[in-house]
């Protein structure tokens, strides 16, 4: 009798983690899911969350169930190799994040180094990609290409403005800014103020003196919104009127929330709305029918999911390595936010941004509305 229960206990025991281990294909969500960037960690984790759903109501990858594990960095770069630490630990194969480059850069090596591969949905900074690492991937775009698009902007319309170039220090913000500065001189405008400021910040009164001294016309700001709309805020109270400018860091209607009337006009770099990609309208009525808006990076970080289920059935594998060397030689992918493919570096090839400008839309609330 006693021999009889230890056997079935023991069966049990087999049968239940042959069951995990075959049933479960464990995959990192990892961004800021609280903190002053909780909006971005959630565009990561709802997107990924929906993605992991669809994916398996329709049989998962290769016979495994995605398994959604979360990550929560706060846009630390320390905490980010926590939770990599943790991933590691966990069992985790694929991580979709992180959301700040600063957290991305060195959280990837952790993850190369226990072959985990990485997608970002939102890391722009090109040494992300850059540093020949196997498992390295975004789903966005480049600081660089972005940094191009938005000095040209700057030349082309503000050519004899008296420009302030302004960042938080963070790599994805100096990154953005010093790229953009670049392309700007490059096309014979200099700018008059170049300063960083600390991220957290909330009093930008000496800042705001000094661009008012210079007589600063358009603010360009490498980082993200939770700065930018006080700044903006701030520049309205003190009487500084200027155009601001940013990029994809101040991607999130938060951002009206902060700065006010201040908001409008305010230019920003991004892709093309993947809300208005037809391949997307079923899925963004499906998150709205759910109360959520899938703006910024939510789709993003479904597309991620999405190249990773779509390389791992075409390679008949869920190992990473084999996924990787996957999605780097095949293509294009087929995902909400449209077709790509990726070069050996793990970026997509195709160029992706576009000018929006902040206003109210027609249900009188400020947003961004793609340039025509």
Known sequence: MKKSLLSAVALTAMVAFSGTAWADLLVGVAGPLTGPNAAFGAQLQKGAEQAAADINAAGGINGEQIKIVLGDDVSDPKQGVSVANKF??????????????????????????????????????????????????????????QGAVAGAY???????????????????????????????????????????????????????????????????????????????????????????????????????????????????????????????????????????????????????LQVIAEAAKTTGSNDPQAVAENIKGKGPFHTVIGEFGYDEKGDITRPDYVMYTWKKGDDGKYSYFQNE
């Open 154 to 304: 700057i030349a082309a319309n503000f050519k004899d403005a008296k420009v302030a170039v302004v960042h938080d220090k963070t790599p994805y913000g100096q990154g953005l800014a010093d790229l953009t500065k670049a392309a700007m001189n490059e096309a014979g405008v200099k700018e008059v103020v170049y300063e960083g400021v600390t991220t957290g910040d909330k009093d930008f009164s000496a800042l705001i003196a000094k661009m008012k001294e210079a007589g600063v016309s358009v603010v360009y700001w490498g980082g993200l919104h939770t700065e930018a709309g006080l700044i903006m805020r701030q520049m309205a109270d003190q009487g500084l009127k200027a155009t601001f400018m940013s990029g994809d860091g101040i991607v999130s209607n938060e951002l009206a929330s902060i700065a006010g009337d201040a908001v409008n006009g305010t230019l920003m770099t991004f892709a093309p709305d993947p809300r208005k990609n037809p391949a997307a309208k079923e899925l963004v009525e499906k998150f709205r029918a759910a109360g959520f808006e899938p703006e910024a990076y939510t789709l993003y970080s479904y597309a991620a």
């Open 88 to 145: 590691v630990a966990d069992g985790v194969k694929f991580v979709i994040g992180h959301f700040n480059s600063g957290v991305s850069i060195p959280a990837s090596e952790v993850y190369a180094e226990n072959g985990i591969l990485q997608i970002t949905p939102a890391s722009t900074n090109p040494t992300f990609t850059e540093r020949g690492l196997w498992n390295t991937f975004r789903t966005c775009g480049r600081d660089d290409q």
